[in-house]
Nanobody, 124 residues
Framework: QVQLVESGGGSVQAGDSLKLSCVAS????????MAWFRQGDGKEREFVAA????????DYADSVKGRFTISRDDAENTVYLHMDSLKPEDTAIYYC?????????????????RGRGTQVTVLS
């Protein structure tokens, strides 16, 4: 089972940028679908972005399209989430997730491996 460790969270001002990283170990990273989910206080965990492993394709939640970019570096076993134009409503714990599947999924239940998360706080 792959293990995931997120980093890069912090407290920023609205409009700022932040880049999250997730390093994977214990699996063949290049064959995993990778995704980011987030959970704000009192809210359910929600899909943010995902990236496939073949001819990489991406998928984004409508709320982050045009502001967030997911990418991966298979040589470094790392997936990134670059977040621009951050808003207070982006405040949440951001979780990295991995799945051995053919296509990207927006459902957390489809991801067998999840990290512990990194806190992102956007101040207004």
């Amino acid at each position: 089972q792959v293990q995931l460790v997120e980093s890069g969270g912090g407290s920023v001002q609205a409009g700022d940028s932040l880049k999250l990283s997730c390093v994977a170990s214990g699996g063949v990273f290049s064959r995993y679908i990778m995704a980011w989910f987030r959970q704000g206080d009192g809210k359910e965990r929600e899909f943010v972005a995902a990236i496939s492993w073949r001819a990489p394709t991406t998928d984004y939640a409508d709320s982050v399209k045009g502001r967030f970019t997911i990418s991966r570096d298979d040589a470094e076993n790392t997936v990134y989430l670059h977040m621009d134009s951050l808003k207070p409503e982006d405040t949440a714990i951001y979780y990295c997730a991995a799945a051995r599947r053919w296509d990207v999924s927006t459902e957390i239940a489809d991801y067998g491996a999840r990290g512990r998360g990194t806190q992102v706080t956007v101040l207004s």
